[in-house]
């Protein structure tokens, strides 16, 4: 294997860790689950889940630094959705596409 191909390998390798490491909290996979379903805004999603607005734009924040959320805005309003790029495209498929695997996530 070529220097070169190691360093790619280690960088998906550290790519990939972050992408974990952001949704392996409860209240991130929580959101990441209810996000599935469709967009949400901040108050919208805290109602749903049950929890505080600031919790809740905490844990957005950290989803939306690792690139698995996207937001949207209509108007004043301000939408989080997955990013459609680790979407699987099957509808049947509730999922993530990492890159480097595929996590399947219930809602």
């Known amino acids: 294997m070529a220097k070169q191909d190691i360093q790619a390998d280690h960088q998906t390798d550290q790519r990939c860790a972050e992408y974990l490491k952001a949704i392996g909290d409860p209240i991130r996979l929580k959101?990441?689950?209810?996000?599935?379903?469709?967009?949400?805004?901040?108050?919208d999603l805290a109602e749903f889940l049950e929890l505080d607005i600031?919790?809740?734009?905490?844990?957005?924040?950290?989803?939306?630094?690792?690139?698995?959320?996207?937001?949207?805005?209509?108007?004043?309003?301000?939408?989080y959705e997955l990013n459609p790029e680790f979407v699987s495209k099957k509808p049947s498929s509730k999922g993530l596409?990492?890159?480097?695997?595929?996590?399947g996530i219930h809602p």
């Not at 959101?31 to 108050?43: E, G, H, R, Y």
């Open 31 to 43: 959101i990441v689950k209810a996000l599935q379903t469709c967009p949400f805004t901040v108050s």
């Open 54 to 79: 600031q919790k809740v734009s905490h844990h957005l924040r950290i989803l939306y630094h690792a690139d698995l959320v996207k937001i949207q805005k209509d108007g004043k309003y301000r939408y």
């Open 97 to 103: 596409n990492l890159g480097c695997c595929t996590i």
